[in-house]
């Protein structure tokens, strides 16, 4: 049953049923020379009392109850010769409102499913980066500023990769090279952290070094890096269970418009579309 | 010509639906309350004069500045919505957090990098009527006047719908059931919306989505508005609903407001704040020395003022309020981005008897007076910037601009575009005047509501006018020259004084108070200028003086102090026509230790910093370039971005 449930195919069929239903709900438009037959149902009155309460904190009273259900009688009415005029055709806010009450039955229909695991897992591995978890870094950096070594700043920068490597990890960063405002260490911090303070360049350069050894200059915006990277934590793809909410919510959307597609294409095919300018009907395709 | 007409009347409109709706104060019951979250964190933060071995043990201050906005609006503003913004809080949050979202105005648009907060600050008077009506809710469409104004929105006809809405707020025909206040259910829905949005956008350590709003007051357009901030969580603040300007549910006197802000904490059990924005717009209101509606300021006054309003919003797109060309003649960076041709309509001129009472510096100046007066200082405020946008993006980057309201996202049109016309008075406000500015700068010990809210009450926090550069400001006794090459400033700054927004006393005999000061560019920004301070003191006379300092700049070892004792200008590579410029000027960081020359320890003052950018393209010759449009006559089309830091007080002891 629960697969059934699942199949694309059910949920047309079973748009088209609610339509089908919708529309036997409609009685048949009346005409001037063959009056039809308007019931005014106990849910339609108890529908026109609560929505009554609701706007004015208070049941009405009877004579109010008798005025909306004449008032209703009246809307029928007028609704069934204005549809028998035909003022309903070319008037945009009917259009629109039409329109829109369709989406919210297509829509409707896409939230009944409920996607299995297999769903999610398929979707996490489908798109893979937008729930990744980020690679993080634990680096010392040492900086040179450009401005105050000018043209000899390529072999300042060769000699002070010289003197760190023989110091290695233990390098005392709070000595060597210029002062910085900066931070000298950080421990685990994510790529997305790193890029705001140093920008997205270096952030990435940081992927390509390998950890153990001072490497550089990596660039900044500020200047030339030295740096030493003593831990990489790999991004990943999170496990399903890590991130179930946030798959959930994407799949949700994404089925969603999917399936909103394909009721409008199935819908298309009944019709013929010409559209009298052959550049414009070129740019829909 | 008919969208000119439009956005005055709107304007107009806006304010009049204020007088119209009759704005009176009343009284909220006041209880007393203590907001306890105040100053504590300055002296916990303070390491022991005795360091241990490892220089990185027991460290617990701030290590970068957390950058956000706290003044945001969206579609649930009811002038935003009816301007068009389409977004609502949950999109402003994505696009604070770094996503891609499609503006109102159908344009993709992305920040360079992430914030690290925000806060959507919608109007609280009629919040969320304007997207309600779009939606068609039935209660709206039950009247028959906002059924209308539905189908006529529908239609396509939103901009007459607009109009007809502001002329029946100016008539005071505006339909009772429509109005969004305390009374309507509809208004805590939106409230919650708002709560919801920022509940599903906080994650503690990585983005702060804080809930607040924007009380709106505005009588006779003077801008008195203040946002206010929760420093709890979503359940905290859906025991309450915001205040509103209008009777009988609120008031447009800031005295009511902090009542409510005291009831507010009893209520819900969280702190608040306020911070107040626009002096410039206030005519002469914002920062009273005499009397506030109507009633003389007293002692009273000072303290309640200076307990709910630690900082203020110095900046943003609608001007920069920290000093006036006018109040400091000898300041010649006193002009930047300034709108001083009239209140926020442009229905009441200017006038100079007037600026005394708008701008920060002069506000700080007359706050050192009343604390003579009346024992508080009750305008002791520390600075920050914020968008002010109405379109649910904090876009503020100069070459990224995306406006203050949807009409104004990037097109040909808005280099030579109106943005407000008073009929009468002719005020004009161009939309080239508006600015790209700016941020607020925190320095929090982590990345939570919480430390961002309790930095902001010991006023650790800067504004900046868009770029996101790094302040460190630190005031004490014994700072000596060598300090700045210290490799770890910011812990020498913890250890020997007190950071932006603290106080110093008790001057130690013969000594002047020492200042550490540092400023790190942004790091894909322009290099910098210098780094001022500016002292503000008053004399035993009772007057007040202020002085700007130039402490340190760039290119130093070719740029030599001048006769007049200022620095000459940085020089300036912008090519306007391609909107370019280069580093090739200025220096990426700048620090030194400064001490006062002039010190009377007698005297009252405050001291902050100013850092300047070197000369970059304004958001004007951007759009320039990109649109190949010419500008009007007149058209900014340069700036010194920069950054202004909270006060460091010092107060002779008693």
């Known amino acids: ?285 | 010509m008919k969208t000119k007409s439009l956005k005055t009347l709107v304007i107009v409109g806006l304010i009049t639906m204020g007088l119209a709706l009759g704005l009176r104060r009343n009284g909220l019951p006041a209880r007393a309350q203590d907001a306890g979250t105040q100053d504590k964190a300055t002296l916990e933060k303070v390491l022991p004069t005795k360091p241990a071995y490892s220089p990185y043990a027991g460290r617990n201050f701030p290590t970068r500045p957390l950058f956000g906005d706290s003044h945001l609006h969206t579609g649930l503003s009811f002038d935003a919505g009816i301007f068009g913004c389409r977004l609502g809080p949950s999109d402003a949050y994505r696009f604070a957090r770094g996503e891609e979202v499609t503006a109102s105005s159908g344009q993709r648009v992305k920040l360079s990098r992430p914030l690290d907060w925000l806060v959507v600050a919608d109007h609280s008077d009629n919040m969320g009527l304007i997207t309600d009506l779009m939606a068609g809710k039935q209660e709206l469409l039950a009247v028959p006047k906002g059924r209308r104004w539905y189908d006529m929105m529908q239609a396509g006809k939103g901009g007459d719908a607009a109009i007809e809405m502001i002329m029946s707020f100016g008539e005071g025909t505006f339909p009772k059931e429509m109005v969004y206040g305390p009374a309507n259910p509809a208004y805590k829905t939106a409230w919650q919306t708002e709560i919801d949005a920022a509940e599903k956008a906080n994650e503690p350590g990585r983005f702060s989505a804080i809930i607040g709003f924007e009380w709106t007051s505005n009588t006779g357009a003077n801008n008195l508005h203040r946002n206010v901030l929760f420093r709890g969580n979503g359940a905290q603040a859906s025991l309450v609903v915001p205040m509103v300007t209008f009777k009988p549910w609120g008031s447009d006197n800031p005295e009511d407001l902090w009542k409510w802000m005291a009831a507010t904490e009893e209520k819900s059990g969280s702190p608040v704040l306020a911070i107040a924005h626009n002096g410039n717009l206030s005519n002469g209101l914002m920062f009273p020395i005499v009397e506030a509606f109507g009633k003389k300021l007293d002692k009273e006054y000072c303290e309640t003022r200076a307990k709910w309003e630690r900082i203020y919003e110095m900046t943003q797109t609608k001007g920069t309020g920290e000093a006036h060309p006018y109040l400091s003649p000898n300041d010649e960076f006193a002009n930047f981005e300034i709108w001083d041709k009239g209140n926020l309509d442009g229905s009441t001129a200017k006038t100079k008897d007037m600026l005394e009472f708008e701008y920060a510096r002069s506000a700080l100046k007359n706050g050192l007076k009343l604390e003579e007066k009346f024992g508080t200082n009750p305008y002791k405020f520390g600075m920050i910037g914020s968008s002010d946008a109405h379109n649910a993006l904090a876009a503020m980057e100069e070459d990224n601009f995306f406006g203050k309201t949807t009409p104004q996202e990037p097109s040909p049109e808005r280099l030579t575009k109106t943005f407000v016309k008073h009929p009468k008075t002719g005020v004009t406000i161009m939309d080239w005047e508006v600015s790209a500015s700016g941020y607020a700068a925190v320095w929090a010990t982590e990345n939570t509501r919480e430390a961002i809210f309790d930095a902001m009450q010991r006023r650790e926090v800067y504004a900046t006018t868009g770029p996101r550069m790094t302040v460190r400001f630190f005031g004490g006794w014994d700072f000596e020259p060598r300090d700045a090459t210290n490799r770890m400033p910011a812990a020498i700054g913890y250890s020997k004084g007190v950071p932006m927004g603290g106080d110093l006393s008790e001057a130690p005999a013969g000594k002047s108070p020492t200042f550490l000061v540092a400023a790190l560019k942004d790091p894909i920004g322009a290099n910098l200028d210098r780094i001022q301070i500016v002292k503000g003191w008053i004399d035993a006379r009772g007057e007040l003086h202020e002085q700007v300092y130039d402490v340190v700049w760039g290119d130093a070892e070719k740029r030599k102090r001048g006769a007049n004792g200022k620095v000459p200008p940085v020089g300036d590579t912008v090519d306007v026509e391609d909107a370019t410029w280069s580093n090739t000027i200025g220096d990426p960081e700048l620090i030194t230790v400064w001490k006062d020359p002039n010190f009377d320890a007698k005297q009252r003052a405050f001291y902050y910093v100013r850092v300047l950018e070197i000369p970059t393209p304004r958001w004007t010759a951007y759009d320039a370039k990109r649109f190949g449009i010419k500008p009007l006559p007149g058209t900014a089309m340069k700036l010194q971005e920069r950054a202004y830091t909270s006060p460091i007080w010092y107060t002779p002891a008693k």
């Not at chain 1, 059910?10 to 919708?22: K, N, Q, R, T």
């Not at chain 1, 870094?137 to 000699?159: C, I, M, W």
């Not at chain 1, 030339?224 to 799949?251: C, Y």
């Open chain 1, 1 to 285: 049953m629960k697969r059934i449930l699942r199949e694309p195919l059910v949920h047309f069929l079973l748009l088209g049923a609610v339509l089908f239903i919708a529309y036997g709900l409609v009685s048949k438009p009346g005409s001037s020379d063959r009056p039809g037959k308007i019931i005014v149902t106990q849910g339609q009155i108890d529908q026109l009392a609560s929505g009554f309460a609701k706007t004015w904190q208070r049941p009405p009273t009877t004579e109010e109850l008798a005025g909306l259900v004449q008032d209703l009688v009246r809307e029928e009415v007028y609704c069934r010769e204005a549809m028998a005029m035909g003022l309903d055709k070319d008037d945009s806010v009917i259009r629109r409102r039409l329109r829109q009450k369709l989406e919210f039955i297509s829509d409707d229909v896409a939230a009944i499913r409920e996607p299995t695991d297999a769903d999610l897992n398929a979707y996490l591995q489908s798109h893979p980066d937008r729930f990744r978890v980020e690679q993080r870094f634990t680096f010392s950096q040492v900086y040179l500023d450009p401005a105050k070594h000018g043209e000899n700043l390529a072999r300042d920068v060769a000699e002070l990769l010289v003197q760190l490597n023989r110091a290695g990890e233990q390098a005392d960063v709070l000595t060597l090279g210029d002062s910085f405002l900066m931070e000298h260490t950080f421990t685990a911090t994510p790529t997305s952290e790193i890029a705001k303070q140093f920008g997205e360049k270096f952030a990435a350069k940081l992927g390509e070094l390998s950890p153990g050894t001072w490497q550089g200059p990596v660039e900044s915006g500020y200047g030339a890096h030295l740096v030493f990277v003593s831990e990489r934590t790999e991004g990943r793809v999170p496990a399903l269970a890590e991130v179930r909410d946030d798959v959930r919510r994407e799949w949700a959307d994404a089925a969603r418009l999917e399936l909103n597609e394909k009721f409008y294409q199935e819908l298309l095919k009944h019709y013929t579309v010409t559209i009298e300018s052959p550049h414009l009907a070129e740019v829909q395709r």
